[in-house]
């Protein structure tokens, strides 16, 4: 007769909320601070500081950028884009023949892309490898993007400006012009400041189906699959629904009082880790201030108010505005359309993704964790 024991399972938190699953050297996020870095930087003042290509370098190499070690990693970026871009355009092709979505075609392109590379699993592939794919895969996002919202829309890509990078091209497809430098720093103050944000529910993910040795694609899809959740990366667009419901300061307080009373949340504020002001909104209201005019000072009292009434409502619950009430705004400015809004936050997030796929990948221990069933009892047969 053979006799096993069963393991206790450890209860934890529902939503897993301050449960530590892995360690990572990728980012750090400490919501009692309301500070959060990349790698060794404060993603703040790289945001601040940082070109786009400069700060995806760091998060996938855990290298700073140099002016030795630039032209190399602009040399991967351009074998996976110029060098490709015959498998882009098929890509594209095939994609927008099945949907004008943008979010779903990005979903069906990258495994279609990784197919075209003979992309292979993860653990079958050594470090570099991996790097190129996920180089590859990540290079390949803006441009999948921008044309997939162009041939949506009936429209063909336009010519890439050569001595623009990442963030002017991809400002150049979605609006149709090319941007000033002034709505390209502001965009990309965003984009980098929100490749990363610790073991989010989009990054979880990619990690989740990267512990089982799948391929990046296949983690990518995951991953932009809980990315666009309301609750995650399908909010920015809304966080402006307020805006738009109230119409001038005069109407902002009514209409906050009426949504608290009905149950509804407040889209773009509160967050699940901050318990002090948002650190990337507060830098998106200063960029946005930059440019200003009457939008920026209704949000200004908007969020004023909000805060306020969401103190009253809901007292000992530190509830700021997020990322992505602000965040909005400064696409708003940049000429981004509303329905682009995810796609965008997906054209930076992606990048962190990337990242911590490649450093899940060194962990040979798959992500499996326990449930507590509390479902019926096994039925006993009538004797």
Request: with cysteine.
């Amino acid at each position: 007769m053979t006799s096993t024991t069963r393991r206790t399972p450890i209860d934890a938190p529902r939503g897993l909320a301050g449960v530590i699953v892995a360690d990572t050297t990728v980012s750090d996020v400490r919501g009692d601070e309301g500070f959060f870095q990349y790698r060794d930087r404060s993603a703040i003042e790289l945001a601040e500081t940082a070109s786009f290509e400069d700060a995806w370098q760091l998060l996938v190499t855990g290298e700073a950028a140099t002016d030795a070690s630039r032209p190399a990693f602009a040399a991967r970026i351009a074998d996976a884009t110029t060098a490709r871009s015959a498998d882009l355009g098929v890509v594209v092709d095939a994609v927008s023949s099945a949907t004008p979505d943008v979010l779903a075609g990005l979903a069906a392109a990258w495994p279609l892309l990784g197919a075209r590379r003979s992309i292979r699993p993860l653990y079958d592939l050594d470090e570099d490898e991996r790097l190129a794919d996920a180089i590859a895969l990540a290079a390949a996002t803006p441009l999948l993007v921008g044309a997939l919202w162009r041939r949506g829309r009936g429209e063909g890509a336009l010519p890439v400006l050569d001595d623009r990078g990442v963030v002017a091209n991809y400002l150049h497809q979605v609006t149709g012009v090319v941007p000033a430098a002034a709505t390209e720093s502001a965009l990309t103050a965003y984009l980098v400041a929100v490749m990363d944000h610790g073991f989010n529910a989009s990054t979880f993910t990619a990690r989740v189906i990267a512990s089982t040795g799948a391929d990046a694609a296949a983690c990518l899809v995951g991953a932009l699959g809980a990315l666009t959740g309301p609750l995650h990366g399908g909010a920015p667009s809304r966080a402006l629904d307020g805006l738009d419901a109230v119409g001038a300061a005069v109407g902002i307080e009514p209409w906050i009082r009426g949504e608290l009373a009905a149950g509804r949340r407040l889209m773009g504020f509160g967050h699940a880790v901050y318990r002090t002001a948002d650190p990337r909104a507060e830098l998106m209201k200063r960029v946005a201030r930059r440019t200003g005019g009457p939008r920026v000072e209704l949000a200004l009292r908007f969020e004023e108010s909000a805060e306020r009434l969401l103190a009253e409502a809901k007292p000992g619950r530190e509830l700021h505005a997020n990322v992505e009430f602000w965040a909005a705004l400064v696409m708003e400015q940049c000429g981004i359309p509303r329905s682009m809004f995810t796609p965008t936050f997906a054209v930076a997030r992606t990048i962190g993704w990337t990242a911590h796929i490649l450093e899940q990948a060194r962990d040979p221990k798959i992500v499996r964790p326990s449930a507590r069933y509390v479902g019926p009892a096994v039925r006993v047969a009538a004797a």
